[in-house]
């Protein structure tokens, strides 16, 4: 399980740092380049641990492709194709104007949905966690 959850930040921790000294100017290029994946893998998948990473790996690029179509920029999918194609720069639109796009997006309201489910789900397991041991939250 550790794996996997380094796969899934696999992506961002590669891509942010190499954004913010400004080696690359997206902050979705060689973590988010689903042309380093199809290098990485079949490496990666010789271990379960590698499995592990390439199943996180591959769930946040799925994950954030979704939120780009989900939030009305299809267009930036093509990052996933770095260096071969490069997608429009979202930092182009201003931040006020991209926080009003965003709010009334259809993603903004899915991850708000999700952020409640977890934690509903989170307070039932800390509930029924709580009954187990007798402690009566």
Known sequence: MPWLVVGAAAPDVIDKPLGMVGV???????????????????VAVSSAAGLGVAVG?????VADGLHVV?????????SLGWPVVTPPDPLAIPPG???????????FFLEVGLWVLGGVAVLSGSRA?????????
């Open 24 to 42: 690359v100017e997206l902050y979705h290029s060689v973590g988010h380049s689903v042309l380093l994946f199809a290098i990485v893998v079949p």
């Open 57 to 61: 790996w591959a769930s946040h690029l």
């Open 97 to 107: 104007a991209f926080f009003g796009y965003y709010v009334g997006s259809a993603s």
């Open 129 to 137: 966690v709580s009954r187990v041991r007798g402690d009566g939250l």
């Open 70 to 78: 989900v939030n009305g920029r299809p267009d930036a999918l093509l």
